[in-house]
């Protein structure tokens, strides 16, 4: 059972020379663990290499879904990294012990 259930909404897709960042919201359930003080939603900045997002998805995957599945990954496996205002998707190779594997398995 994963550690947080935050639902993962990614919008505001934004496309620059080494890669991409979206702002992903973060949105209390009704069994969610973590909220916010405004009212259950965070807000995060995930960037996202067009080097990582081709490791990852070999350009099959919309860069969105692999920043979903980054996230969801994260949240269930090193939720505290999600409580900072940005954070980019290979952090997640720092902080999960085979995310790599995990994450192919998700997309």
Not at 43 to 49: A, G, N
Not at 62 to 79: I, Q, W, Y
Request: glycine share 10%; with cysteine; aromatic share 4%.
């Amino acid at each position: 059972m994963p550690n947080d259930t935050r639902a993962i909404v990614v919008t505001n897709e934004r496309q620059g020379r080494t890669g991409c960042a979206y702002t992903v919201l973060l949105r209390a359930t009704a069994a969610g663990s973590a909220q916010s003080a405004g009212g259950g939603e965070t807000s995060v900045e995930v960037t996202l290499s067009w080097a990582d997002y081709e490791h990852w998805s070999h350009g099959v995957t919309p860069p969105a879904r692999v920043v979903e599945a980054v996230v969801g990954l994260l949240l269930e496996k090193a939720p505290a990294s999600m409580d900072r205002p940005k954070i980019d998707a290979a952090a997640g190779r720092r902080l999960v012990p085979g995310f790599d594997r995990e994450l192919a398995e998700r997309l």
